[in-house]
């Protein structure tokens, strides 16, 4: 894993304390962690009607995407 982009500082900082993770996995916006870190993929778990955003976003860098499926 090399980020995890999410908005919401105070979601992260309850994940942070629960599976000590460092500060340095954490990014404002998807765009920020693919621009820092080019990873091969990204693991999308958001709401299923903000998929495509994240999707896009991830084309444009051409990385791959999985997305959950519930």
């Known amino acids: ?4 982009a999410d ?3 105070a979601l992260f900082a309850q994940y942070q ?3 000590s993770l460092p ?3 954490i990014f404002k916006s998807e765009a920020n962690m693919i621009e820092k870190t080019h990873p091969q993929a990204v ?3 958001t ?3 903000e998929h495509r955003h994240a999707i896009e976003i991830s ?4 990385v791959s995407v999985m997305v959950e499926n519930l």
């Open 23 to 25: 500060e340095t996995l």
């Open 7 to 9: 908005a919401d500082p």
């Open 17 to 19: 304390k629960r599976f």
């Open 47 to 49: 709401s299923i009607a």
């Open 59 to 62: 084309a444009q860098y051409g």
């Open 1 to 4: 894993m090399v980020g995890i």
């Open 43 to 45: 693991l999308v778990y």
